[in-house]
């Protein structure tokens, strides 16, 4: 089941994030560990977006896509700032929690995405 989301750049409003990524977690079945380690990734990934969004009026982007073999985090933000040093903190929470991930700054957006495997 895949779902987008999109709203303003306002850190009161990643929990509304977080919320659709556990509700999808859920429907797919996926166990509560592995469904907690993927909120804390996406509230991690959506800090760096927030922080790379330099206009006030900037709406986030999120594609969820999760089944029960993976979970699928795409995000994007308008960035026309220089790229944003990724804490090294973040990397690291953001590696050890996925499978794999990616952040890069492409045609005035930064965009951020994170594959999760189901755990055996």
């Not at 896509?65 to 990397?91: G, M």
Request: proline share 8%; aromatic share 6%.
């Amino acid at each position: 089941m895949t779902i987008s989301v999109s709203f303003p750049c306002e850190p009161k409003l990643v929990g509304l994030l977080r919320l659709e990524v556990s509700w999808l977690c859920a429907q797919a079945d996926w166990p509560v560990d592995a469904t907690e380690d993927l909120l804390l990734v996406v509230s991690e990934i959506a800090g760096v977006c927030l922080a790379a969004a330099q206009d006030p009026g900037a709406i986030l982007h999120a594609d969820i896509d999760a089944n029960a073999e993976y979970v699928r985090l795409a995000f994007r933000v308008p960035s026309t700032a220089e790229p944003v040093p990724v804490d090294p903190l973040v990397t690291t929470i953001v590696g050890a929690l996925s499978d794999e991930y990616d952040i890069v700054r492409d045609d005035g957006e930064l965009r951020a995405w994170v594959r999760k495997l189901r755990p055996a």
